[in-house]
């Protein structure tokens, strides 16, 4: 899963399916990382943790990562919360192969970045819990 810096909703996708894919005992890995390395070590922001926490998601202990093009050999599949970073991710991809892997998030738009209001992160949170439920069934 990845977002522009690793805080807000790459860190909701990353704690919710990881949530979902163990309650269906998937031996899934799961990570999540941003294209900016702003936050690098940092805890998801605070209103993210309690967003999550309203919907019975913990995602209090990750920590921000950077993407970074080692990851195209360790996932099999890259989402990416909106066209600017599917552009940035895919800009790092040296094959056809590690382009593939990497898709929105969303079938159909992208996830609103709910940094700069906050009203939008329980819609935020509720619409990421809602697709990574559809992601289960497809890939599962």
């Known amino acids: 899963m990845v977002c522009l810096g690793n805080i807000c909703r790459s860190r909701l996708a990353e704690g919710i399916m990881r949530h979902l894919a163990d309650e269906q005992n998937l031996n899934w890995e799961i990570a999540s990382a941003g294209t900016g390395n702003w936050h690098i070590g940092q805890a998801p922001d605070h ?72 009203s939008l992160f329980n819609p935020v949170c509720k619409q990421v819990e809602e697709r990574c439920m559809e992601i289960i069934k497809q890939l599962s």
Request: aromatic share 10%; net charge positive; no cysteine.
């Open 47 to 118: 209103r993210s943790v309690s967003a999550a926490k309203a919907l019975g998601y913990d995602i209090s202990k990750q920590r921000a990562q950077q993407f970074n093009p080692s990851m195209f050999d360790h996932y099999d599949l890259i989402l990416v919360m909106d066209k600017k970073n599917l552009a940035d991710v895919k800009s790092l991809a040296k094959t056809e192969k590690q382009r593939k892997k990497v898709k929105l998030f969303l079938d159909n738009g992208e996830v609103t970045d709910p940094y700069w209001d906050n």
